[in-house]
């Protein structure tokens, strides 16, 4: 097997030395230049998988090196080498193209961990298929695309933006699985559903005995995530204070678990997502903005379903293929008046909207065909139009129905509470039958597939 080569870029003998040693007991060929039309002469005359310079050198900087890369090598990752504490110029090179950064005094082990990253670069994951992961033929899509697939190969944190349904952690799923991190574990984090009492602990870890409760040491998502990527969901939701420590982990690329009086270094990716406006929130004081500075270093904007209608087609018969094999039936059919109404609505849930929709309209058609009155989104989001009362001279002659007065109990909304019901008339129904679901189905009068769909949807199965 031909052995990996690697440029030096530095204008010390010292620095360049010791990365020519570390490199080369990771059998690793190397090539050093002391300035950088040394660097140009070797990349113009030699090929490298691997590229590592300092910001400043005698005739010129890094950045025009990783420029004249970019366009010239734009297969070859590179790395920039910064002054301790120059988090801008890092960031800087980071915008520019660079692969990632090393801060002086080089740590060897942060070294080792982005080399061999870096050079898993060309051998990522090719056989994902992008399309599966990320449906749509239209060129809004198509983009979305080609931008995931760029990004893939930075290491640079990049922050993706969307609505809520919109498929930011699919884009960040993918950007995993086609980028060098593959081989390791994905790790996606809610952080809006983590108590602050024990966020610090669930993100850096605890040593025992640092707190009552911690009866053994505990890695934290950071170090769980090591070698992969941490996606941090609703990253907008964390207090302020937390914000404070999630810049120095990910500044520093170490976190201090705990009770610990040690760093551990970190050799992750971090990948952050909201459906929040970050810039309003900094405006707003509620996000700090050096924080933002550090997350934000490539945006990427995942685009709402009304940008992209002409995609429902596609989207919603792989939506309906999936249920067909969730529930082991047939896939239905669904008519093109459905389909004209679905083009037509605003989807404020995005994807997952739709797939709530075709989940209940799948559950509710007749016939295994579904109808545009199947999908009631009419009923779902209106308030029905009231009915004038129809006036006859004849006399009643049917008894009064009985009335009843509800009180919804306080701070429990109609829908929870029609839940209840609905909960506790379908347990009901299953007692009565020993939890025979065809017949407690025909006990409550409703299908079997409906059934189904209300014992899922209130997490009874």
Not at 77 to 99: C, E, H, N, Q, R
Request: net charge negative.
């Amino acid at each position: 097997m031909t052995k990996k080569r690697a440029l030096i870029v530095d204008d010390e003998p010292d620095i360049r030395e010791l990365l020519e040693i570390t490199l080369g007991r990771m059998d690793i060929e190397t090539a050093a230049a002391a300035n950088l039309s040394e660097a140009l002469d070797l990349l113009n005359n030699q090929s490298f998988d691997l590229c590592l310079t300092d910001m400043q050198l005698p005739d010129g900087d890094g950045l025009q090196l990783v420029a004249h890369i970019n366009q010239n090598c734009p297969e070859l990752p590179v790395a920039m080498i910064t002054a301790f504490g120059s988090m801008d110029t890092a960031i800087f090179a980071l915008k520019a193209g660079a692969f990632d950064f090393l801060q002086k005094p080089i740590d060897l082990d942060q070294l080792r961990s982005l080399v061999e990253t870096a050079l898993k670069v060309n051998q990522a994951n090719e056989i994902v298929d992008v399309t599966a992961k990320l449906l749509g033929t239209s060129q809004t899509m198509d983009t979305l695309r080609g931008k995931i697939a760029k990004l893939s190969r930075s290491q640079a944190p990049i922050y993706i933006a969307g609505e809520s349904g919109s498929g930011k952690e699919v884009a960040a799923r993918l950007i995993h699985s086609l980028g060098p991190r593959a081989g390791g574990d994905f790790i996606a984090v809610n952080c809006g559903a983590i108590p602050s009492e024990l966020m610090e602990s669930e993100f850096f870890g605890h040593v025992k005995g640092s707190f009552t409760g911690a009866v053994a040491d505990k890695l934290g998502l950071f170090q769980a995530a090591a070698g992969g990527t941490l996606f941090l969901d609703e990253v907008a939701d964390l207090p302020l204070s937390m914000q404070v420590k999630l810049l120095r982990a990910i500044q520093e690329k170490a976190v201090r678990p705990v009770g610990s009086q040690a760093e551990d270094t970190t050799d992750i990716r971090v990948l952050c997502a909201t459906h929040k406006d970050l810039a309003e929130e900094v405006n707003a004081g509620r996000f700090r903005q050096d924080l933002y500075y550090r997350i934000n270093v490539i945006e990427l904007h995942i685009p709402a379903l009304r940008e992209h209608l002409e995609d429902i087609n596609e989207l919603a018969a792989a939506c309906l293929n999936r249920l067909a094999n969730e529930y082991a039936q047939e896939v239905p059919s669904i008519s093109s008046g459905a389909l004209t109404t679905l083009q037509q609505y605003d989807f404020p849930g995005n994807v997952r909207e739709l797939e709530n929709i075709l989940e209940r309209a799948f559950t509710l058609c007749e016939d295994n065909d579904i109808k545009a009155a199947d999908l009631q989104l009419q009923t779902h989001f209106d308030e029905p139009a009231a009915v004038a009362p129809t006036v006859t001279d004849k006399p009643q002659d049917t008894p009064r129905a009985q009335t009843h007065s509800w009180n919804l109990p306080p701070g429990q909304s109609l829908e929870d509470f029609l839940e209840g019901i609905e909960r506790e008339l379908i347990t009901q129904a299953l007692d009565k039958t020993r939890w025979n679901k065809t017949a407690a189905a025909k006990e409550l009068g409703i299908t079997f597939r409906a059934l189904r769909y209300k014992l899922k949807k209130l997490d009874m199965e």
